[in-house]
């Protein structure tokens, strides 16, 4: 068989297809979930021991180039692509067959579903028509087109850009949160469904739009499933407003059956067939084995068809980009073509987006580390390869326990097919997948919960109270959530003082509602006003936002670099550069007292002080692109809280002197514990882990933290976000006062007090 002559014969039994017998049933695949150790990174090591024996195709060799030749011709090749592309690629997508009747379409039904397969023109090119069609008018009204992520959103809209011949952010713009790219002049607008969301408080019947689509809508997202019910209402008050519902080919039926039987237009794709293969047996540990993945179709496939791997994180991608970076270079003499890493996940900036979009010369192979991002909403031409892990990251949240975590979970059946799916866009594809096809059968589910379902309201319950929505339980919801969540969402809000007893916003929530932070962030933001220390919360709040990505540039290439022959490094102390790089700012911030948010405001104060200088960045190893988009995030929320009146003392943290230096970390730490007493924790007897105060849970403060492992642990902390992989752990915590929280929630822990015991 083919996959045979493909995997030679010492990987022979490690993939099977799609008629193989299960060879492991009842076998769970979570065990490397059990086994993950955040504490060290995985690091990837290319054994040669376990080299995979491959069959050659014969020597058809190509003509030897030297690298100037071989460069000058890629970008010949890259350049010719792109003009000739523009028009091109425009004419050749299957949307443009069905151009006239969905613009006629759309001119006879107010509402319309529209679905097709991913990569069918449905994003870019529909807005791009109905501008064409002369849907702006007169008033230069906008045609709107919503995202459930951001990159899509800048992605998709530069891409517009492009073909319409703008420049971005003037007739083609978007906007995502805290960036903003339009302007008088934009009529195609792309933005996050958040953002739109947003748009509703100042204009609730959308007067600046002829045109709105919500495009992903299969996805199912929160924002999204909130925007349907408020479109809906739009629609009925506004006879010349359009909507356009699109969606991959699932659950188009459903968004009929909603908008009152609105017609739904087929746009017939194109699709080559995909060959599937499970592993025989589950893997322990998906990185490793999508790595072997990468190089076993790189070093064994002829063709520059590109590989798309799906992982569940920016952690995941960037220490397999590493690894695979590392690994190329140590084995370069035996590529006879190069290896192009294009990671792609929410937070990449945007400059590094276009990347994945970009040509590769025939010299080259792309291989492309995305999240779930790459299913449907990015189509990335040239991909033969789909290597899947099954797992996918999601936020879910306990109605019962109200406790809100990120875990990384097996994703659908239905997103693992999209994902296959992507191989066969342009050729008949091959989709390798992770796990067995008895997991697949038994251990995934069918299709994915809507995020309405599984997610914390309140954030958009605070914004459909700000709308003026009351009657929560009576919204036209398309799948409504559980009474409980409303409950506990309307609990939470109460808690953090944004509503009154009778259920209507405050003066604090009002102000909570015009902040575009989770109502958390929102309260400490407020709190901070109330105590004169909004400069500094801001700040921490800006860094927290991007608190993921601040520490930099992994030690790990250095290590393998200086490290023994023998292809590469282990050692787990690789890593130590960064370590003792936070461990400066982190007794500067005296960690101890003020933790992972005081030395999140130590390193933003010394990054100010040292001018936003990329040198001071590297030199301290961290990155400065995550820096810049904080300083980014904090001027703008600076400016919100000027226009909110959040009053600031002269002097932030860093200009005080001692004494007043404690009073005022003593009241920027109040702050922020004014919003996240929910997430307060108890040193637990055994003196290593923690009990959540409300519902008694036991979790972990993370290795990453400054508090851990800390002499003697804090006896009390609150943190800002739970992560669960091999325990629950508390991500960027803080050390707090038993009293703070009596005097900011008083009423959340008097109520619970019988609960406490048990
Ligand atoms: O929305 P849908 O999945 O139907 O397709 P699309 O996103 O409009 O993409 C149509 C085509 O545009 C893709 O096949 C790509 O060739 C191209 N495209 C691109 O080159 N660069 C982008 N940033 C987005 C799309
Ligand atoms: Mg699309």
Redesign the pocket.
Known sequence: RKHDVLWGKANRGRYGDSNDDDKMKGVSRYTHLKEAKPEKKYEYVFDRSQEVEFTSDGDDDEPELTSEQRELEEKIKAEEARVR?IEE?RKS?P?YKYRDELIAAVKKYPILIVV??????????LPQYLYEAGFSGKQKLKIGCTQPRRVAAT??A??VADEVGTRLGDRVGYSVRFDDKTTDNTVIKYMTDGMLLREFMSDPELLSYSVMMV?EAHERSLHTDILLGLLKEVSAERPDFRILI?S?TMNAEKFSTYFDEAPIFN?PGRRFPVTIHYTLQPEANYLHAATTTVFQIHLSQKGPGGILVFLTGQDEIETMAENLRSTCERLSGQMDREMIVCPIYANLPSEKQ?LI?APTGKNSRKVVLATNIAE??????GISFVIDSGFVKEDRFSPTTGMQSLSVVPCSRAAADQRAGRAG?TGPGKCFRLYTKWAFLHEMPESPAPEILRANLAGVVLQMLSLGITDLIHFDFLDPPSPESLIKALEQLYALGALNEKGELTRVGRKMTDLPCDPMLAKCLVTAGDLGCCRDVVSIVAMLEESGSIEGGRSKKKAADNGPSNGGSSDPSASSGNISAMEKFRSRAKARLGGDHLTLLEIWNQFVDSGFSPQWCRDNNLQYRALNRARSVRNQLEKLCERLALESEEKGLDELDEDDKDRMRVRIMKAIASGFFANAAKLGRSGDSYRTLKKNQTVWIHPSSALFKMKPPPKMVIYNELVLTSKEFMRNCMPISAKWLEEYAPHYYKSTEPERGS
């Open positions: 592309s690629t997508l949307v097709g397969e991913t990569g069918s023109g449905k994003t870019t090119q992605a998709v530069s891409r495009d699109s991959a746009i276009q979009f449907t909403s990015l189509t990335i031409d866009r």
